[in-house]
């Protein structure tokens, strides 16, 4: 049997979502201001990379790299499992209120 919701249970459920996700970007947004504008009483690592040599500026350049690749594997891979329409039966037969559509 489906589970129907109202429009307002959806709504709701959407606007929890979109609050969450700008909380979650606001607070990224902040991290970024605070670290990258200065705004720290003293200078970090960022501030002092001159002192660095170029072999520790590549490995970072190349780490930040595959931590923004896996990044975005990941996020495909999410997008792709949560449209998957067998998935999505298996996960409404584990629970209903998995599946927010």
């Known amino acids: 049997m489906p589970v129907t919701k109202s429009f307002t249970e959806s709504f709701r459920l959407m606007t929890r979502k979109l609050g969450l996700g700008f909380i979650a970007i606001g607070g990224l947004g902040l991290i970024v201001i605070y ?4 705004y720290r009483v003293r200078n970090g690592s960022i501030e002092r990379n001159s002192e660095w040599s170029l072999e520790i500026k ?17 996020l495909c891979s ?8 067998t998935l999505i039966q298996i996960k409404m037969r584990i629970n209903p209120l998995l599946v927010s559509e």
């Open 35 to 38: 670290y990258g504008l200065g």
């Open 58 to 74: 590549e490995r970072i350049n190349t780490t930040y790299g595959y931590y923004g690749a896996s990044l975005f594997v990941t």
């Open 78 to 85: 999410a997008i792709s499992v949560a449209n998957s329409p």
